[in-house]
């Protein structure tokens, strides 16, 4: 079955850097779109990032929300079936679960990861 399972979330000061996984399974990895999602306590859940056929497009491939864009690089390395998500200069509003993304007749989500910015 398709799977996607998030690691490499935890607690960072502000200004700090984090580096999330997505490790993916069950499908081809290099034939879909993929994206990070995150959802704060209390707010929706918005899009933080997406990335596409990098080879093709080249950075046009890579798009990000306006809160995140300069802070963070989205990234995929294929031959591992892993999209990774860069965090740096971490702010308190930064601080939501994690979740990767993509769609396969259906959007599929992994369990979420916790990032929690504070001092």
């Known amino acids: 079955q398709v799977q996607l399972v998030e690691s490499g979330g935890g607690l960072v000061h502000p200004g700090g850097s984090l580096r999330l996984s997505c490790a993916a399974s069950?499908?081809?990895?290099?034939?879909?779109?993929m994206k990070w999602y995150r959802q704060a306590p209390g707010k929706e859940r918005e899009w933080v990032a997406g990335?596409?056929?990098?080879?093709?497009?080249?950075?046009?491939?890579?798009t990000y929300a306006d809160s995140v864009k300069g802070r963070f690089t989205i990234s995929r390395d294929n031959a591992k079936n892993t999209l990774y998500l860069q965090m740096n200069s971490l702010k308190p509003e930064d601080t939501a679960v994690y979740y990767c993304?993509?769609?396969?007749?259906?959007?599929?989500w992994g369990q979420g990861i916790q990032v929690t910015v504070s001092s």
């Open positions: 993304n993509t769609y396969i007749y259906k959007i599929i």
């Open positions: 069950g499908f081809s990895f290099s034939n879909y779109a």
């Open positions: 990335i596409g056929d990098v080879a093709r497009a080249g950075d046009r491939a890579r």
